[in-house]
């Protein structure tokens, strides 16, 4: 068990003038503010991009010396979009093992350095690099297969997987922190630009730099805190959708979920991996929160919004609104799940929830994990 | 794609071979060096099957690289005669005519290249299956 | 004639046979429309599309998968070849060879040999009977010959009309697995400079008239003239005649002046659907041919390729041709899987708008 301090947000967006260093070091600050320190003891950051983007290794060592703190050690985590919990995993064993009083945890990641089709080349490689993505796939490529299969399976139509990017946007609009702060029509979504078909750019989260910070301490330190980590499942999956026995089976997630022990009415409020419509809709079934081929009839009918029959899923806006910083991602979504339990999330606010968990994946679940968190 | 990635995997990208495992039974492509499915390492390179049914598929249009040349890109998630599926890039498709379910089968294309002046990269693509076996 | 080949039996065949046609095709009026010649200009030829290869091909891939097929039909295992030959002025490398590319793609390596050959439009045909001879002469038990190109001419040239894309492959061996043997060759050979594409430059350029009477004509008629001369044979002996193909029209004509009729030339007439496909020209002509001979039939072949020579061969159809004819797709299969498209999707594919790299 590790305690949630306090955390630190940057505002997701097309930071031009901002450097990785210069994002990591708002969103650190900010988590920061409020928090009298003499010590951290790991600074842990967690990016996927930015050594490609920025041609910096040992990227942690940096951000820390600019924090103005004393550090005794820091490390960069990698695991594709899914480093911002296997950060807060790392974290927690540091903390429980007794290695570690405190940890920053420091997700950051910008996705607009180079031209898109240079970015997407990069972001390919979250799938493997020896299989799927020998092809260029892109990172919609192998989603939007998953895509056309549920919806033929299923016979889900286009308009009501639909409801998703809706309901994200309809978050994301309260939500200070979130790149995409308009409302969109079920209409809007089916006729925007493909990127792969099906999937269209508003299925898709937005091209985005950010970052985001959580200061993680252990029972001993005193003060105040937001909310109790209690544990991060964490799994591995197939190397490709096509190894799975059923493709839409993300059997990364649904062995944590289990693990976890999880049902709809366990858990009040929830961020989930949504890099696309498909993702988001996978992962609320694999989680239990919807039988299967039945989440998007459930999201359209409005069961994880705010008066909904399930928990309160993406107050935040989700990848698809917040946005999707990549490494940043799951730190922010920690974030959130953090606040919301704290009651002083700046958004869509469940009603005095008591659990929650973030869930993230690589790809098409190459690796997941789940942070599962209680109010104080 | 650096010469000696490309070089060192060629024999299943050319030949379309997958990997038995000798302990679960299943297959898997491309060979790894442990079975997905059971850990094994107790692995026998297999000829694959090189038609298929379409189980899914998909136009990219925001093709990652360098170039529109193959945009946009179809791939396709294929599920062999064996029942091992495989993700790839489709050739020869006529968009119009592309539908779950039709029949593929393997072809040997150009997956990419190490710039102009560099070495050429071949692999197993897919294309609806001519009407004769 | 003095004679520098021997008269003897060639103890070899063709074993297996295999096409490949890519799927798109160009029109040659859309040609014509993009570069402004009247369509007297192009209807002569007797070309009314030309095959167009993909993004992703060139000819590495249409060679491979001809091959490919030509296994599939002598059902040999591919360890059992001894020799590859690609045959091709479209090679992908400058410096690299081709053959062993393919070798390794049908599983015949590393025990046997590997070259590419050039001879213009003729290569293939000095692949197919440099085989024909390892293999009779018992040096190795089976040879793969490659026919194979993408054609190059410069927009805007006549060539363009006709310059086009495919292969053809044959593996030859043993006389007795045979669908098809060689009864006899002969070669016929000058330097004569009809066309050509210097070092580095990357369209051929051609003596227009020139490549007619001293180049095309000359060669194939001194070639099939001196295997008649060996073999005693007359035009009347052979049940189908094949010729190197460049436009619809030359093999025809050659045909005439050889004193055979035009029913024996048809069925291996792939030029006016697809073009001129260079060194699969007529080894496809050869290929549709087996698709679809008896046993018993003569075939008269006679590829050409500028510089300048021609081989003539006779060739014998056997019992084994009927079992092997559907094991493969065919040649008709591959003409019959085409997509039409304009000259802009075509310039796009060959890359002349601008030179855009393959990524
Ligand atoms: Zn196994």
Redesign the pocket.
């Given at each position: 068990m590790a305690y949630i301090t306090s955390v630190g947000l940057v505002r997701v967006n097309r930071n031009y003038h901002k450097s990785p260093r210069d994002l990591a070091f708002e969103a650190a600050s900010k988590a920061l503010e409020d928090v009298k320190l003499d010590t951290i003891d790991y600074v842990i950051v967690a990016s996927s991009l930015t050594y490609l983007q920025a041609s910096q290794f040992d990227l942690a060592a940096y951000i820390a010396r600019e924090l103005g703190v004393h550090v005794k050690s820091a490390f960069t985590v990698e695991a594709g979009e899914n480093s911002g919990l296997a950060g807060a995993e790392v974290a927690l064993n540091l903390i429980r093992s007794h290695a570690a009083e405190r940890v920053l945890l420091v997700g950051v990641d910008k996705l607009t350095e180079y031209i898109s089709n240079r970015t997407y080349k990069m972001i390919q490689a979250i799938y493997d690099t020896e299989s799927d993505a020998v092809y260029n796939v892109g990172h919609a490529g192998p989603m939007a297969l998953l895509m056309r299969l549920y919806m033929d399976r299923y016979g889900v139509d286009r308009e009501t997987l639909a409801h998703w990017p809706v309901m994200m946007h309809a978050h994301g609009k309260e939500n200070p922190y979130a790149m995409l702060r308009f409302a969109v029509t079920p209409d809007k979504v089916v006729n925007a630009m493909p990127i792969a078909e099906p999937i269209t750019l508003l299925d898709a989260y937005p091209i985005g730099d950010g970052a985001a910070a959580v200061l993680l301490s252990s029972d001993d330190q005193g003060g105040d805190h937001l909310a109790r980590l209690t544990e991060v499942y964490s799994s591995i999956g197939f190397q490709s959708i096509a190894l799975r026995d059923d493709p839409l089976s993300i059997e990364a997630v649904g062995q944590i979920a289990r693990e976890a022990g999880l049902s709809p009415d366990s858990i009040d409020v929830a961020e989930i991996h949504d890099s696309f419509t498909i993702t988001g809709i996978l992962l609320l079934e694999e989680l239990g929160f919807a039988p299967r081929g039945k989440a998007a009839e459930l999201v359209a009918e409005g069961a994880f919004t705010k008066g909904g029959s399930g928990p309160l899923v993406n107050a935040s806006g989700g990848l698809k609104a917040r946005g999707h910083p990549k490494g940043a991602t799951g730190v922010y979504m920690l974030a959130e799940v953090a606040m919301q339990l704290a009651g002083t999330f700046p958004g869509v606010k469940a009603d005095s929830p008591r659990k929650g968990i973030a869930v993230g994946v690589n790809a098409h679940g190459s690796s997941a994990r789940l942070a599962f968190l209680e109010a104080l | 794609m650096v010469l000696p990635v490309w070089w060192r995997k060629r024999i299943p990208r050319y030949r379309f071979v997958g990997a038995l495992?000798k302990?679960?039974g299943?297959i898997h492509y491309p060979p790894r060096n442990a079975?997905p499915?059971?850990g094994?390492r107790n692995l026998e390179l297999v000829p694959l099957p090189r038609r298929g049914v379409l189980e899914s598929y998909s136009i990219v249009y925001s093709v990652p690289g360098d170039n529109r040349l193959n945009a946009p890109l179809p791939i396709g998630l294929i599920r062999l005669e064996n029942g091992v599926r495989v993700v790839a890039e489709l050739t020869d498709v006529v968009p119009e005519k592309l539908e779950n379910g039709i029949e593929v089968e393997a072809v040997i294309r150009r997956i990419g290249e190490d710039g102009e002046t560099g070495t050429i990269l071949y692999g197993v693509k897919f294309r609806p299956a001519l009407g004769r076996k | 004639m003095a004679n520098s080949e021997n008269k003897q039996v060639i103890n070899a065949g063709i074993v297996g046979w295999g096409a490949y046609i890519p799927m798109y095709r160009l029109p040659t009026r859309e040609i014509a429309r993009v570069w402004g010649w009247p369509e007297h200009q192009y209807k002569a030829l007797n070309v009314s599309h030309k095959s167009v290869d993909g993004p992703d091909e060139d000819s590495t891939t249409m060679g491979y998968e001809a091959a490919y097929n030509a296994l599939l039909r002598s059902g040999i295992d591919p360890k059992m070849i001894g020799a590859v030959f690609f045959g091709s002025e479209s090679k992908v490398y400058a410096v690299k060879p081709s053959a062993t590319l393919i070798a390794e793609m049908i599983g015949a390596t590393p025990d046997t040999m590997a070259s590419d050959l050039e001879f213009a439009c003729r290569a293939g045909s000095e692949g197919l009977k440099a085989s024909l001879g390892l293999v009779s002469s018992g040096m190795v038990k089976y040879a793969l010959a490659i026919g194979s190109d993408t054609s190059q001419a410069e927009p805007g040239d006549v060539l363009e009309f006709t310059a086009s894309s495919g292969a053809a492959a044959f593996i030859v061996g043993p006389r007795s697995e045979s669908a098809a043997i060689v009864e006899d060759t002969y070669t016929y050979v000058t330097d004569t400079p009809d066309f050509w594409r210097r070092a580095e430059k990357p369209y051929p350029r051609h003596g227009e008239g020139f490549t007619g009477e001293p180049a095309y004509f000359t060669h194939i008629i001194g070639a099939v003239k001196g295997l008649f001369e060996k073999t005693g044979l007359r035009p009347e002996d052979f049940d189908y005649a094949i010729f190197h193909q460049p436009n619809g029209k030359f093999p025809l004509k050659v045909a005439q002046r050889l004193g055979f009729p035009k029913e024996k030339v048809l069925p291996g007439l792939v030029t006016p659907y697809i073009g001129n496909t260079y060194n699969a020209s007529a080894l496809l002509g050869l290929a549709r041919v087996l698709d679809q001979a008896k046993p018993g039939q003569r075939i008269l072949l006679a590829p050409f390729g500028s510089g300048a020579g021609s081989d003539a061969y006779s060739i014998v159809v056997t019992d084994l041709v009927e079992e092997r004819q559907d094991k493969a797709p065919k040649v008709d299969d591959y003409l019959a899987r085409s997509y039409e498209i304009d000259y802009a999707l075509y310039a796009k594919f060959r890359r002349i708008y601008v030179m855009l790299p393959r990524g």
């Amino acid at each position: 068990m590790a305690y949630i301090t306090s955390v630190g947000l940057v505002r997701v967006n097309r930071n031009y003038h901002k450097s990785p260093r210069d994002l990591a070091f708002e969103a650190a600050s900010k988590a920061l503010e409020d928090v009298k320190l003499d010590t951290i003891d790991y600074v842990i950051v967690a990016s996927s991009l930015t050594y490609l983007q920025a041609s910096q290794f040992d990227l942690a060592a940096y951000i820390a010396r600019e924090l103005g703190v004393h550090v005794k050690s820091a490390f960069t985590v990698e695991a594709g979009e899914n480093s911002g919990l296997a950060g807060a995993e790392v974290a927690l064993n540091l903390i429980r093992s007794h290695a570690a009083e405190r940890v920053l945890l420091v997700g950051v990641d910008k996705l607009t350095e180079y031209i898109s089709n240079r970015t997407y080349k990069m972001i390919q490689a979250i799938y493997d690099t020896e299989s799927d993505a020998v092809y260029n796939v892109g990172h919609a490529g192998p989603m939007a297969l998953l895509m056309r299969l549920y919806m033929d399976r299923y016979g889900v139509d286009r308009e009501t997987l639909a409801h998703w990017p809706v309901m994200m946007h309809a978050h994301g609009k309260e939500n200070p922190y979130a790149m995409l702060r308009f409302a969109v029509t079920p209409d809007k979504v089916v006729n925007a630009m493909p990127i792969a078909e099906p999937i269209t750019l508003l299925d898709a989260y937005p091209i985005g730099d950010g970052a985001a910070a959580v200061l993680l301490s252990s029972d001993d330190q005193g003060g105040d805190h937001l909310a109790r980590l209690t544990e991060v499942y964490s799994s591995i999956g197939f190397q490709s959708i096509a190894l799975r026995d059923d493709p839409l089976s993300i059997e990364a997630v649904g062995q944590i979920a289990r693990e976890a022990g999880l049902s709809p009415d366990s858990i009040d409020v929830a961020e989930i991996h949504d890099s696309f419509t498909i993702t988001g809709i996978l992962l609320l079934e694999e989680l239990g929160f919807a039988p299967r081929g039945k989440a998007a009839e459930l999201v359209a009918e409005g069961a994880f919004t705010k008066g909904g029959s399930g928990p309160l899923v993406n107050a935040s806006g989700g990848l698809k609104a917040r946005g999707h910083p990549k490494g940043a991602t799951g730190v922010y979504m920690l974030a959130e799940v953090a606040m919301q339990l704290a009651g002083t999330f700046p958004g869509v606010k469940a009603d005095s929830p008591r659990k929650g968990i973030a869930v993230g994946v690589n790809a098409h679940g190459s690796s997941a994990r789940l942070a599962f968190l209680e109010a104080l | 794609m650096v010469l000696p990635v490309w070089w060192r995997k060629r024999i299943p990208r050319y030949r379309f071979v997958g990997a038995l495992c000798k302990d679960c039974g299943r297959i898997h492509y491309p060979p790894r060096n442990a079975c997905p499915y059971c850990g094994s390492r107790n692995l026998e390179l297999v000829p694959l099957p090189r038609r298929g049914v379409l189980e899914s598929y998909s136009i990219v249009y925001s093709v990652p690289g360098d170039n529109r040349l193959n945009a946009p890109l179809p791939i396709g998630l294929i599920r062999l005669e064996n029942g091992v599926r495989v993700v790839a890039e489709l050739t020869d498709v006529v968009p119009e005519k592309l539908e779950n379910g039709i029949e593929v089968e393997a072809v040997i294309r150009r997956i990419g290249e190490d710039g102009e002046t560099g070495t050429i990269l071949y692999g197993v693509k897919f294309r609806p299956a001519l009407g004769r076996k | 004639m003095a004679n520098s080949e021997n008269k003897q039996v060639i103890n070899a065949g063709i074993v297996g046979w295999g096409a490949y046609i890519p799927m798109y095709r160009l029109p040659t009026r859309e040609i014509a429309r993009v570069w402004g010649w009247p369509e007297h200009q192009y209807k002569a030829l007797n070309v009314s599309h030309k095959s167009v290869d993909g993004p992703d091909e060139d000819s590495t891939t249409m060679g491979y998968e001809a091959a490919y097929n030509a296994l599939l039909r002598s059902g040999i295992d591919p360890k059992m070849i001894g020799a590859v030959f690609f045959g091709s002025e479209s090679k992908v490398y400058a410096v690299k060879p081709s053959a062993t590319l393919i070798a390794e793609m049908i599983g015949a390596t590393p025990d046997t040999m590997a070259s590419d050959l050039e001879f213009a439009c003729r290569a293939g045909s000095e692949g197919l009977k440099a085989s024909l001879g390892l293999v009779s002469s018992g040096m190795v038990k089976y040879a793969l010959a490659i026919g194979s190109d993408t054609s190059q001419a410069e927009p805007g040239d006549v060539l363009e009309f006709t310059a086009s894309s495919g292969a053809a492959a044959f593996i030859v061996g043993p006389r007795s697995e045979s669908a098809a043997i060689v009864e006899d060759t002969y070669t016929y050979v000058t330097d004569t400079p009809d066309f050509w594409r210097r070092a580095e430059k990357p369209y051929p350029r051609h003596g227009e008239g020139f490549t007619g009477e001293p180049a095309y004509f000359t060669h194939i008629i001194g070639a099939v003239k001196g295997l008649f001369e060996k073999t005693g044979l007359r035009p009347e002996d052979f049940d189908y005649a094949i010729f190197h193909q460049p436009n619809g029209k030359f093999p025809l004509k050659v045909a005439q002046r050889l004193g055979f009729p035009k029913e024996k030339v048809l069925p291996g007439l792939v030029t006016p659907y697809i073009g001129n496909t260079y060194n699969a020209s007529a080894l496809l002509g050869l290929a549709r041919v087996l698709d679809q001979a008896k046993p018993g039939q003569r075939i008269l072949l006679a590829p050409f390729g500028s510089g300048a020579g021609s081989d003539a061969y006779s060739i014998v159809v056997t019992d084994l041709v009927e079992e092997r004819q559907d094991k493969a797709p065919k040649v008709d299969d591959y003409l019959a899987r085409s997509y039409e498209i304009d000259y802009a999707l075509y310039a796009k594919f060959r890359r002349i708008y601008v030179m855009l790299p393959r990524g």
